[in-house]
């Protein structure tokens, strides 16, 4: 029924999109034509589908952004203009209508989405019509390896993944189990949880899987609960399906502890799963946004409230992270996009925002890594049942400093 | 034999989840010959309005009023969106799409009310006890108690009592029915809101013990509808039969092959009873391939 959705409203927008579509290279042109003309900047997230709570943040976190920019100065005295386009969640055909509308409406450049498949999808079209896309959240390096006009301004799998392991090593959580869906982002963590457990000699009980968006997890839990694993490793970046997941552990009495980067605290998952998270023997989320950092926590506190929906995890800052570095990066390439964007991206080198540490890390070729947000690689942050929040776990996060992956 | 236990217990309450959703697919059916491809969403509307609209402090008593609401949104979905069309010679496949696009109604709206994540429902039971290390929550028992009740009553009042023996009539021959007095109008009408009330039932009785969010409603009315089918359209026990085959067979083959497959499990049972015996285990071939009277 969702697909039949997704299709009318992919038949709507290619509709929209026909008419104002032209060529690649006169697409780019449209932000151009004049000096004095606003710079079009595209952002494509899920207002609508299985999880509107993290586009609503989005589309919020975006307006302020370009307000922000706009108010000092703009880039070169032109103004951004944004352009919103909905992905309808997790379903390519609809990022496809999404990114093909935004690319045919002349964009400088696209930001998003937060789901690995969906900007799978929107990399494809960036590719093709020589569009720069930067994602927000996308951890797999695999996403923009060699893709000329795909960036990425998240940490890798592999950084959150031996973080990780470093933590169940100092909590003697051998075995664990995994836990991920079938996306980009899950087959990445389980892939990666896979190889990093011979190597800090951690034995996988049981392995379970599931596609997002996840409608009955009893299977999964069933094999969870009687794996005999110390904690589960979460490999899911959808809010709903880890509040599935912890609820119907709660449902069966399962406590086993869930740990893993993404669902477990992302937008509106504390409120949803709080209940749930409370019967289990622990929750632990893994994220490079640091709450130790003054202005990335007032900035957290301001889009909570201007939402009403609790932001956590790093996407909130890295989008708007996003905003900054093409900002900066459309000033390097006098406010134009395609190939000229793609080289003021690259010589942006290290990148302060938000994040109030040495530079935002953006990846434009897997091999550069100039730090995140905080003094940690990685923070860990443990929920807490008396406030009902997540709260960072500093001597946890300083064993996760260790792994392989700080370096980069 | 821990596992098989939780296995078994899930599926036992999963199956008479689905095995309701079949009866209240078979109602309809039973006097329209419509699917109706909204029951995922009714089943779950049922404990949305229940849990999110928190109507009082009692858990039964929110599950009774939501049932009423959607026994009354039934009705008035055969009234609004299914009448006209089905009296100015729409074929049962328009009706079809129609439910379809009913459901997608639901889901849209249900999703800017209350949001896509799921919501813990209050059980009207709270207790359990434990059964090889599984918990076994008392609301699965009242749940398992109250499908029995009401199968083996709409049981009984389609073969004892008149309204029951008029949707068979109604059913059997519309025209025919009518010549003979039989108000359609009125029966027809009846049959959606009972419909809804058993959808709510499910929904309110099952959705606390695994949480409600609307964006499982495909998953919910692709099972249902797998169930009616192996179960035998019009027959009440089929339909819970039906349910319990489903969700056996596709816990056990989640829990011991791959759990990612349930969706896959169920769509295969399917497709094998339509191609091999498409009325089912107890139902008439007549049933699902015959003309529409």
Known sequence: MKNIAALIAAAALAGAGLTACGSPSSSNSASTTSSSAPILVGLAAPLTGSNPSEGKSEEAIAKDAVASINAHGGVHGRHLKLIIRDTGGVSPTGAVSAFESLSGAGVALVIGEYTSTNFQAGCTIAMAQHVVLIGHASATTGLTDGKTYCFRDAYQVSQSAGAMFETAKALHWNPIAIAADTTSFGVSEDTEFHALASHYGVKIATDVSWTSPASSLTAQVLRLAHSGAKAIFVGAASGPDVTLLAKTMAQAGVKIPLFGPGGINAPGVPAAAGSAYDSLSGVYDITSFDSAVPAAQAFMNKISKQTGIIQGGENPIQLWDAFQIAAAALAKSDGKGGLPLVNGLQALGKFHTLSGGPGTYVDFTASQHSGLFGPHLMTIYRWDAATKAFVPDNSLSKIADSSPGANG | ???????????????????????????????????????????????????????????????????????????????????????????????????????????????????????????????????????????????????????????????????????????????????????????????????????????TLYLPLTGVSITTDLSYGVGAFAAAVIGGLGNPGGALVGGLIVAFV?????????????????????????????????????????PRA
Not at chain 2, 4 to 16: D, E, H, N, Q, R
Not at chain 2, 127 to 135: A, D, I, K, P, T
Request: aromatic residues 10%; glycine residues 12%; neutral net charge.
């Open chain 2, 250 to 290: 596709t816990n056990l083959m989640g829990v011991y092959v791959n759990p990612n497959l349930t969706d896959l499990l169920t769509f295969g049972l399917l497709f094998v009873f339509l191609v091999f015996r498409p009325g089912g285990l107890t139902g008439n071939v007549a049933d699902l391939v015959g």
């Open chain 2, 1 to 203: 034999m821990n596992e098989l236990a939780g296995a078994i217990v899930s599926s036992v309450f999963l199956g008479t989840a689905l095995g309701l959703m079949a009866l209240a697919f078979t109602i309809v059916y039973t006097v329209s010959q419509v699917f109706n491809f909204a029951v995922g969403q009714y089943m779950i509307l049922g404990a949305l309005l229940s849990t999110a609209v928190h109507f009082t402090a009692s858990p039964g008593v929110n599950d009774l009023i939501a049932v009423v609401l959607v026994a009354a949104m039934g009705s008035a979905t055969y009234l609004v969106a299914l009448r006209w069309p089905e009296t100015h010679g729409a074929k049962p496949l328009t009706l079809v799409i129609i439910t379809f696009g009913v459901g997608i109604i639901i889901e849209q709206v249900a999703i800017m009310a209350w949001g896509s994540y799921p919501l813990s429902e209050p059980p009207i039971l709270a207790g359990h006890f434990l059964l090889y290390g599984n918990l076994v929550p008392d609301q699965g028992l009242l749940l398992v108690a109250v499908a029995a009740v009401v199968v083996a009553g709409l049981g009984v009042a389609q073969r004892r009592t008149i309204v029951g023996k008029q949707f068979l009539a109604l059913g059997a021959n519309r025209a025919t029915a009518r010549y003979f007095g039989l108000n359609d109008l009125v029966l027809v009408t009846l049959a959606w809101g009972l419909s809804g009330a058993v959808l709510a039932l499910a929904g």
